[in-house]
């Protein structure tokens, strides 16, 4: 991992690890509870089933095929979510009276945010594995922190389009500032997700 260091009012403040360490607290669900994601390697059993059992990927779309079932809409649930669907499934069509499913996430797909305009090192950010995203703040720690240059009360996230949806995802305006200074860090958390794009505009002078 690169060596992060921020500044905040043109003085030197926090390492990006301690930053980190201190925002990875929150309690949000965002963070603390995984949502399944396309690409993820997933081992699907049913209990007493072995022909229903079965390895892959989940598609783009967000999808996985189900012996019996066929294509199953299961990305943005979580695990226990995603075996309760199955599960009613498999009830609904009265293929199995009483079926226990288990998933296991046998590999995390690869997840990167991009980090835009006024940081010190633009690029793809990598998202831990088994994290649904990276705080803002964090995202942009990693990128080197903001240029001397940088506009931090007019950061814009803009949303990636989720899997199954055509519409774009939305854009957001963040003052980090605001962020930064707030008394409760660990819950005044934006998020920035798989695939999204943050921008760090330049200050007009």
Known sequence: MRRVIIYYLGVLVLPGS??????????????SV????PVDKLS????GEPDLSSDQRISDQGTVSIPLLGETRIGGLTVSDAQKQIEAAFIKQRY???????????????????VLGEVEEPGSITIPEGRNGLPLQVAIAEAGGF??????????????T????EKAGDTLVV??????QSKNRQTNVVYAGPDDVIFVPRRIF
Request: aromatic residues 6%; hydrophobic residues 45%; proline residues 3%.
């Open 147 to 160: 240029t001397g240059a940088a506009q931090k009360n007019e950061v814009t996230l803009r949303r990636a």
């Open 162 to 165: 989720k899997p199954g949806q």
């Open 175 to 180: 003052n980090v500032n605001d962020l930064l």
């Open 18 to 31: 301690f930053l980190i360490a201190q925002l990875e607290k929150a309690t949000s669900a965002e963070s």
């Open 96 to 114: 199995l009276v009483n079926p226990v499913v288990t998933i296991n996430i046998e590999a995390f797909s690869s997840k990167v945010v991009t």
């Open 34 to 37: 995984y949502l399944l994601s």
């Open 44 to 47: 699907i059993s049913v209990y």
